[in-house]
C-alpha cells in the first residue's frame, strides 16, 4: 500500500494511469471509513455481550425475588430473609457498576445498560 501511494506521489499526473487515478483517492479514505465501521461493530457486539451476560445474571435473582414476594402473602416482614434476595440484587447491580466504572466504561454505554 505505501509502495503504491509514494509511486503515486512521485509519477507526475500525465505519466499516472486512469486506473490508479480513479483508485488512489479511494484508497486514501477507505481506511478511515473502513476503522470506523469496525469499530462501530465491535462496540455494538461488545454491548450485546455485556448487556447478554447481565440479563443471565439477573434472572435468577429477580426469580428469587418473585418468590420472597409469594411467599410473603401480603404479611409484611421486616426479616432479613424477606429482604435477602432483593439485597442481592442490589449487590449485584453495585458489582456490575462498580466493574463498568473501574474499567472506564463511557458513561452513555453504562446508562443504556440500565435503563
Not at 465491535?42 to 455481550?49: D, G
Not at 409469594?70 to 453495585?94: K, M
Amino acid at each position: 500500500f505505501f509502495g503504491r501511494m509514494a509511486q503515486g506521489f512521485r509519477s507526475s499526473p500525465s505519466s499516472a494511469n486512469l486506473q490508479l487515478d480513479i483508485v488512489r483517492p479511494v484508497e486514501a479514505k477507505y481506511p478511515a471509513l473502513l476503522f470506523k465501521q469496525q469499530l462501530t461493530a465491535y462496540v455494538e457486539k461488545i454491548f450485546a455481550i455485556l448487556r447478554d451476560n447481565f440479563k443471565k445474571e439477573l434472572t435468577p435473582l429477580l426469580s428469587s425475588c418473585a418468590r420472597a414476594a409469594r411467599t410473603a402473602d401480603g404479611a409484611v416482614s421486616e426479616g432479613s430473609d424477606a429482604n435477602h434476595p432483593w439485597q442481592s440484587l442490589i449487590d449485584s447491580l453495585n458489582s456490575f457498576l462498580k466493574t463498568l466504572k473501574e474499567n472506564h466504561v463511557p458513561r452513555v454505554l453504562v446508562q443504556k445498560i440500565f435503563m
